[in-house]
């Protein structure tokens, strides 16, 4: 069974300054690869996946997450962060054999609570 | 609108009083899930449907049943509700298991006293 570590459990930063949110999964032959973000009293909302090809996806909102299959890692990174930003971030991870028993099933991370600060 | 509603969207209830929380979306989608979010925890998937009348357990199904008797609607039902089961509950949907997006309701607060 998959399982998916983020490193961190809260990663204060100041306004403007760059972020990295860390993310490890258990090793597997193929996976596809998500992170959601949920703002405060709100469903989980989509911010980037990675399926296939480039290994350098980009999401809404200014995000990124680079694949790396022999870390396999799938870390998120802002540039500069906003007081917007401020939310909880969950990566997640898919087994994409189909066929297999767990096939579709999406495993989450314990989330990472970014919180911006002026 | 494409969305996942559910309701209630709180619930504070009692130990045993059985209760079922409605899930509905509106884009055809084929694959429903259960979530409940704990704090330190992440998002456990309770249970889960590829399509209709085809369901099956998630990481953590003691305590709940669900049933999918159309494909726009997967009800949790707790037929005894205990207070371990005071948790924050998603619903989720996507086109298909795997590689679609999985579409979040905006989640249900039950307390079980």
């Known amino acids: 069974a998959q399982s998916v570590t983020q490193l961190d459990s809260q990663v204060p930063v100041f306004e403007e300054a760059p972020v990295e949110l860390r993310c490890n999964y258990s090793?597997?032959?193929?996976?596809?690869l998500f992170w959601y973000v949920q703002y405060p009293n709100q469903g989980l909302q989509l911010l980037l996946k990675?399926?296939?090809?480039?290994?350098l996806v980009k999401g809404i909102n200014g995000f990124e997450a680079e694949f790396n299959k022999s870390q396999t890692s799938f870390h998120l990174r802002k540039p500069s962060v906003h007081i917007s930003d401020t939310a909880e971030y969950f990566c997640a991870v898919s087994d994409s054999l189909a066929g297999g028993t767990s096939y579709g099933k999406l495993t989450f991370g314990q989330g990472t609570i970014l919180t911006v600060h002026p | 609108e494409a969305q996942v509603t559910q309701n209630p969207r709180y619930l504070i209830t009692v130990t045993g009083k059985k209760l079922t929380v409605t899930c509905s979306q509106n884009?055809?989608?084929?694959?429903m899930s259960w979530y409940r979010q704990d704090p330190g925890l992440g998002l456990r998937q309770i249970y889960y449907s590829m399509n209709v009348e085809v369901t099956d357990k998630g990481d953590v199904p003691e305590g709940y049943k669900v049933s999918r008797k159309e494909k726009r609607n997967f009800p949790l039902i707790l037929e005894s509700p205990s207070p371990n089961q005071t948790s924050l509950y998603f619903c989720?949907?996507?086109?298909?298991?795997?590689?679609?997006?999985?579409?979040f309701g905006p989640g249900t607060r039950l307390t079980v006293l």
């Open positions: 990675y399926l296939s090809g480039s290994t």
């Open positions: 989720a949907s996507s086109f298909s298991s795997g590689i679609g997006e999985q579409f």
């Open positions: 090793s597997s032959v193929s996976v596809y």
């Open positions: 884009m055809n989608h084929e694959y």
